[in-house]
């Protein structure tokens, strides 16, 4: 089956400092992924739409300069979170959609950011 | 615009009872629906989804929905729940295509009783 990997798993960081986390689709070719946050006891929220080669669509009320996307390859796209603060704690999720035609999007475990 | 409504952000079930987690959709265009799993600091395992076929879909672990256009409903059943079930369960809705966000539920916590 069609494996999405996540890098970090888990990560803790000061305060004013950036963090990057990979999304990596293992086994299949990824157009486009997506960039969730999920607060704690809470549902997962779209952050930004990642398409490789072009920019990232974000949803609105993500700050684009905070949360920097790039989706350099059809299979890895990061997530920066620039100058992190402890409000940026949070699990992100990415997904990723296959190049080829079809209705399911496929979910990294996540990643665990602490700032402290 | 699509969402998605999930009814009881906490349901207890005995072992060996029925499970049904409840979810209403809205959609302006016919919906994918999805019913995701997700273990604590994990992250989302598909249990299963409707893509315009049969109504009655089965998914893993035992677990299966109905899509019920005239009640805009996709809820999520078991007929007999095991301890291993306790989990977030997650209803969601997109337009299909296969780069189509996902909107998801608020989430529903499953808990199991011995």
């Known amino acids: 089956g069609a494996v999405v990997s996540q890098h970090p798993s888990r990560v803790i960081c000061k305060s004013g400092t950036s963090v990057k986390i990979e999304c990596r689709s293992l086994?299949?070719?990824?157009?486009?992924m997506f960039w969730y946050r999920q607060f704690p006891k809470q549902s997962l929220m779209l952050m930004a739409t990642?398409?490789?080669?072009?920019?990232?669509?974000?949803e609105q009320g993500v700050e684009k300069d905070k949360f920097l996307i790039n989706h350099a390859s059809l299979t890895l796209s990061t997530l920066t979170v620039t100058s992190a603060h402890p409000e940026d704690s949070s699990f992100y999720i990415c997904?990723?959609?296959?190049?080829?035609?079809?209705?399911?999007?496929?979910f990294g475990p996540g990643t665990r950011l602490t700032v402290t | 615009a699509q969402s998605v409504t999930q009814l009881g952000s906490h349901v207890s079930v005995s072992e060996g009872a029925l499970v049904l987690l409840r979810c209403n959709y809205s959609s302006s265009v016919p919906p994918y629906l999805f019913w995701y799993v997700q273990y604590p600091n994990q992250g989302l395992q598909l249990l299963l989804k409707y893509t315009s076929a049969a109504t009655l879909v089965k998914g893993i672990n035992g677990f299966e929905a109905e899509f019920k256009k005239s009640e805009t409903s996709f809820h999520l059943t078991k007929p007999s729940a095991h301890m291993s079930d306790a989990a977030e369960y997650f209803c969601a809705v997109s337009e299909g295509r296969r780069d189509d966000k996902i909107i998801f539920g608020k989430g529903t916590r499953l808990h199991i009783l011995p």
């Open positions: 997904s990723a959609a296959p190049g080829l035609a079809g209705d399911e999007q496929y």
């Open positions: 990642s398409n490789e080669g072009s920019k990232a669509t974000y």
């Open positions: 086994d299949f070719q990824a157009t486009t």
